[in-house]
């Protein structure tokens, strides 16, 4: 038997979950001025290594990356914001001098060890917004995610920081730096990421790292003064609309691209992979991918992460299941619902079948109406209905039941 590769799921009985989800956040991002974004899976890896950097896990040890036929270096994507970047960048966007805010949905890969809510194909949705300099946009991105997990009724804490920018982040990259370098004991992770991007190492998940780090220089006491009152000013904003937040010193994010505003979702109901969305500021990454320098911010949510913190509304019965006794009536009763269809949800049953047979189908289906001809509907230009929702069965003329509204 040939199964689904390790870490990667069907997504079927969870459906309703996926799918309750999607729709939430999609009809969120709409009412917040997002409009809908797809790029290709498959992209070119160096517009991978460029934006998410060297130094990050995902480019460094997770990339699903291979030759293709025409010997071009390619890469399943392991994120969704290079890929809106380079498109916003093709399509000329980014000359405009505009605001355009996109949402996408879609598979993500990362070559991870799998685990309970840590997948090598999981599904994102991201928002991206493009040209805001303000500090308010910020917050905006905040409070859709927000709107999000409130629709969803999922509990979160929200932690934020400030990465700092040009200007504050490479003298505070040089503190952190020359402190890693007095530490004997840092993890093999710790040691790359001290030559290759040193804020990486905050993020660290070893024990013994993390004491160290306890006493590391934090980019909040480095930030110019433009960050700090950029900060400081989303902060109040945040408590002007009544977000709550802490600050995490420590919060950096996986990949390089970001500046100034960090932010990260957090369930505390589920187990240790406990992040269900992240995103942040990312003003140069237009630039680094060959676009006008354009300021931008986004956020990306994990789907199946937040799996076990929904209940999807519950499906109420819905449509109409018809079937028939004998062989005779296949081909009217395929003519039915074609009609049928127009106007309501329909199933059909090709397989003749016993009355019992076909109301079992009906309701496994969840429909509302079962249809049923045999012989006696048919003597009599009739049909057999029972509506399964009250229970109540009629045998009403066949003509006047296809013309009905069904509303
Ligand atoms: P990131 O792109 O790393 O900032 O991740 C954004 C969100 O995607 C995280 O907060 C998680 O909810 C989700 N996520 C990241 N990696 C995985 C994974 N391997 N499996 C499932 N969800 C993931």
Redesign the pocket.
């Known amino acids: 038997m040939i199964t689904a590769l390790r870490?990667m799921k069907d997504i079927i009985d969870d459906a309703p979950k996926y799918e309750h989800i999607l729709n939430t956040a999609i009809a969120c991002a709409k009412r917040h001025g997002f409009s809908f974004i797809d790029t290709p899976i498959l992209e070119s890896t160096a517009l991978f290594r460029r934006s998410v950097g060297e130094s990050s896990d995902?480019v460094g040890k997770e990339m699903y990356e291979f030759i293709d036929r025409s010997a071009e270096s390619v890469c399943l994507r392991?994120?969704?914001?290079a890929g809106v970047v380079r498109a916003f960048i093709e399509k000329k966007l980014d000359r405009s001098n505009g605001t355009y805010r996109f949402f996408y949905r879609g598979a993500?890969f990362?070559h991870?060890r799998?685990q309970k809510?840590?997948?090598?194909q999981?599904?994102?949705i991201?928002v991206e917004s493009f040209g805001q300099k303000s500090v308010y946009e910020d917050a905006a991105v905040i409070l859709l995610a927000k709107d999000i997990f409130d629709a969803l009724e999922v509990k979160y804490k929200l932690e934020i920081n400030s990465l700092g920018c040009v200007n504050c982040m490479p003298k505070y990259k040089e503190k952190l730096s020359a402190f890693l370098d007095m530490q004997d004991d840092l993890c093999e992770d710790c040691k790359r990421r001290k030559a290759t991007n040193p804020i990486r190492a905050l993020d660290c998940k070893n024990s013994a790292c993390k004491s160290v780090y306890e006493n590391a220089p934090m980019i909040a006491d480095f930030l110019c003064d433009e960050c700090k009152k950029d900060f400081n000013d989303l902060q109040d904003i945040l408590n002007q609309n009544g977000v709550l937040f802490s600050h995490n010193k420590k919060l950096v994010?996986?990949?390089d691209y970001y500046n100034k505003t960090a932010f990260?979702?957090i369930s505390v109901e589920i187990g240790s992979?406990n992040?269900?969305?992240?995103?942040g500021r990312y003003d140069k990454l237009v630039e680094q991918l060959g676009g006008k320098p354009t300021y931008a911010v986004g956020?990306?949510?994990?789907?199946?992460?937040?799996y076990d913190l929904v209940n999807p509304p519950q499906s109420k019965r819905e449509g109409v299941y018809i079937g028939a006794i004998d062989d005779e009536e296949i081909a009217h009763i395929f003519s039915y619902a074609a009609a049928l269809r127009k106007k309501v949800k329909t199933f059909i049953e090709y397989e003749p079948k016993k009355l019992a047979a076909h109301l079992k189908n009906a309701d496994r289906l969840n429909a509302e109406i079962c249809a049923v001809i045999g012989e006696e509907e048919r003597a009599n230009g009739a049909i057999w209905l029972k509506n399964l929702a009250n229970g109540d069965e009629s045998r009403p003329p066949l003509s006047r039941w296809l013309e009905s509204d069904f509303n």
Request: glycine share 24%.
């Open positions: 870490g995902i392991p994120e969704g914001t993500m990362r991870e799998p809510g840590r997948l090598r999981f599904h994102q991201g994010r996986g990949l990260e979702f992979q992040a269900i969305g992240g995103g956020f990306a949510l994990g789907v199946q992460r937040i």
